[in-house]
C-alpha cells in the first residue's frame, strides 16, 4: 500500500451558472454555490435596496420576491432560485414609469411608516406580496401576517395604516 501523500486534484468549478429575472430584465450570472440571494443582489448586481439585517431570516430587512411571494433573499442560496423572477424594492415602480412610486411606496411616505428606514425595503416588499396574496383583510391580519418584518424604530401603527390605504384602494378596483 502506497502511504505518500498524492498532490490534491486539480482546480475545481466552484462557480456556476445561473439565469434569474431581476426586476423584469434577464441576467445570466456565475455564482459560487454558498452565496446567498441577497449577497448576489446586493455585491454582484449593485440593488443594495435590499438590507442585511441579521442573515440568519429572522428580521425581515432583506425580505424580496421570488416568483412573486415573500422570501428573506438572505435564506436562499442563489444557485437555488436559477430560473426565477425576483423582485426588489428598487422594481417595485408602477408599470413601465421608472420614477413613479409604487403606490405601497408612496403609502408609506404619506403615512410616515418609517423612520429611520433600514427596514422599509424589506416592509414594503413583504406588504407588496401581503397584498398580491390576497390573505389580509384587516389591521389584525395585515399584522400577524408581516410580524416576520421588525422595525426597531416601532413604526408599526404607521406600517399597518400604510398597507391598509393600499389595500383599500385595490380592493376598490
Known amino acids: 500500500m502506497d502511504m505518500r501523500a498524492k498532490a ?13 429575472r431581476v426586476n423584469g430584465f434577464a441576467q445570466t450570472l456565475r455564482v459560487e454555490p454558498c452565496v446567498t440571494l441577497l449577497d448576489l443582489l446586493r455585491e ?6 435590499t438590507k442585511k439585517g441579521c442573515d440568519h431570516g429572522q428580521c425581515g430587512a432583506c425580505t ?5 411571494r415573500r422570501v428573506n433573499s438572505c435564506l436562499q442560496l ?7 423572477a425576483v423582485q426588489t424594492v428598487e422594481g417595485l415602480c408602477d408599470g413601465h414609469d421608472a420614477e413613479a412610486l409604487d403606490p405601497l411606496q408612496q403609502a408609506f411616505m404619506d403615512h410616515d411608516a418609517f423612520q429611520c428606514g433600514y427596514c422599509t425595503p424589506g416592509q414594503i416588499c413583504s406588504a407588496r406580496g401581503l397584498l398580491s396574496e390576497g390573505q389580509a383583510k384587516t389591521r389584525e391580519e395585515v399584522r400577524e401576517l408581516m410580524s416576520g418584518n421588525l422595525c426597531r424604530c416601532g413604526a408599526y401603527t404607521n406600517i399597518t395604516d400604510a398597507v391598509m390605504s393600499v389595500l383599500g384602494q385595490e380592493a376598490a378596483k
Do not use: M
Open 8 to 20: 490534491p486534484p486539480g482546480p475545481v468549478n466552484t462557480h456556476f451558472p445561473i439565469t434569474l
Open 44 to 49: 454582484q448586481l449593485h440593488l443594495t435596496g
Open 64 to 68: 424580496v420576491l421570488l416568483d412573486g
Open 78 to 84: 442563489a444557485v437555488s432560485v436559477d430560473g426565477s
